[in-house]
């Protein structure tokens, strides 16, 4: 919906063509969204029954000849008339209007219990306790750091995080002042915080010496509830992303069953001190030295656990393969504790992480049907397909039972290994780890 948007309005302005959006019925909502915090102009919409994607082409039809499901319409008939009809005194308004507004920067002062109740109403939490983050404690919180407070860490449209802003999330997630340049890098992307119709989740890596430093689990428990660092910065994210994009049930906040993770954002370290000798960090793989503390935001979908631990009778990259069939095909991350890493280098000769991912992706194999019938991938690689772009022409034309290779590129193939030395297990999921991003730039 947020590409529909941008894109019609970058048509309107910068083409000077009139443009209509169309979209599903169930987030065709979303648009007095983007109004108030992206475009700050309005797009006229039709609205197609849902699901849209991976219908057949009867079904497209029926769309196409029925009603606008907005305005009551024939189709064709809606379209035409958003195209060629007056703007309204209301479409004619320019600039981002007052609902974009950041929040003020200081409250008036209440009780302690009114205020955690305003913060609640206001959606501005997790809907768990925070810490109030008076002037004092937002003050001690920026000694963290000598960016100055009026610096912009990221932003949404007109909303705008500011250093002093992410000072006052830090405090009100409970942060000690030597996370915060760790939790400034982590806010950096807070405008990238995943959300979606379907379950979309983020995930926090660290790598570097800053792990030690302030104390970022990456051994025993670390997906767990265990660590004041991993809960605090990665409760940060969710703070910093519901605040920034003002993210409501209703407004920005649209699916069907959402994330647990999204709590946390599954933020670990790498436990670097147990790779297998020529297993890099996910850091130095990216081309930053060891020395480097470093962050990754990633995001994805699914999130597979291991059923057992593995065992050397059968390879634990065999047992991957298996999982990564349920996954789009686009990414995979695969978090392993270093008992397993340990059997895939010395029983199984995988001398480094590329080489796994090179295994992976030439033998993960799913039917045809089996990958289109993914939404994801009939709504964001048919239209490939139907240019006439490979492999996807072809996996469009293949008969379902046919066995294709989704993983085509080795490199979306990421391992992280991280946990305690304790036991064979692993998670899998279609993550896409972003790129690194050095914490030194927000000290």
């Known amino acids: ?23 599903g019925v169930n987030v065709v909502d979303f648009k007095d969204y983007m109004l108030k915090y992206s475009n700050g102009m309005p797009v006229r919409y039709v609205a197609f029954p849902f ?22 319409k024939p189709m064709m008939q809606a379209i035409v008339d958003a195209l060629t009809k007056p703007l309204t005194d209301e479409e004619k308004k320019s600039g981002m209007p007052p609902e974009a507004a950041p929040e003020p920067r200081l409250l008036k002062p209440d009780t302690e219990a009114n205020l955690q109740r305003l913060f609640k109403d206001k959606e501005w939490t997790d809907f ?50 030597e996370y915060f340049p760790t939790i400034l890098t982590v806010l950096s992307q807070a405008s990238s915080f995943g959300n979606s119709t379907s379950s979309a989740a983020n995930m926090i890596l660290v790598n570097g010496p800053i792990r030690k430093q ?133 029983a199984h000769g995988f001398q480094t ?26 709504t964001a690689m048919m239209p490939m397909a139907l240019q006439g772009l490979e492999p996807f022409a072809t996996w469009a034309k293949a008969p379902p039972e046919t066995l294709i290779k989704p993983f085509r590129d080795p490199r ?3 391992v992280i290994v991280a946990g305690g030395n304790i036991q064979t297990t692993w998670f899998v999921t279609d993550f896409r780890v972003g790129r690194g991003i050095l914490i030194d730039n927000w000290k």
Not at 59 to 69: F, I, N, P
Not at 144 to 155: A, E, H, I, W
Not at 357 to 373: C, D, F, M, R, S
Request: overall charge positive; some cysteine.
């Open 214 to 346: 302030i104390g970022i689990n990456s051994g025993t428990d670390v997906m767990g509830p265990f660590s004041e660092a991993n809960s605090v910065i990665g409760r940060c994210f969710t703070l910093g992303g519901k605040i920034v994009g003002d993210l409501r049930i209703g407004a920005g906040a649209y699916s069907s069953i959402g994330s647990n993770l999204q709590y946390n954002n599954l933020c670990i370290a790498e436990n670097e001190e147990l790779l297998p000798q020529g297993w890099d960090s996910i850091a130095v793989q990216q081309g930053f030295k060891p020395t480097d503390s470093v962050v990754n935001i990633g995001g994805g979908w699914s999130y597979i656990s291991s059923v057992g631990e593995a065992q050397i009778k059968h390879p634990p990259h065999m047992l991957f393969r298996d999982y990564m069939r349920s996954l789009t095909g686009m990414a995979a991350t695969i978090i392993m504790d270093p008992t397993v890493a340990g059997l895939l280098k010395n």
């Open 51 to 72: 699901p849209v994607a991976g219908q057949p082409k009867s079904v497209h039809k029926s769309y196409v000849e029925g009603k606008d499901l907005l305005t009551g």
């Open 128 to 177: 768990n306790p925070i810490i109030l983050p008076t002037e004092e404690r937002v003050a001690a919180m920026l000694k963290g750091t000598s960016q100055k407070p009026d610096k912009v860490v990221c932003g949404y449209g007109s909303r705008q995080l500011t250093v002093e802003k992410a000072a006052a999330i830090a405090v009100m997630a409970g942060a000690k002042v």
């Open 1 to 23: 919906m947020s590409a529909v948007s941008r894109l019609a309005k970058e048509i309107e302005l910068k083409c000077k063509v009139p443009t209509v959006g169309a979209s």
């Open 412 to 414: 979306s193939i990421q």
């Open 353 to 378: 992480k590329a080489q796994l991912g090179e295994w992976l992706a030439k033998n993960v194999e799913v039917t045809a049907g089996t990958y289109w019938g993914n939404g994801v991938n009939t």
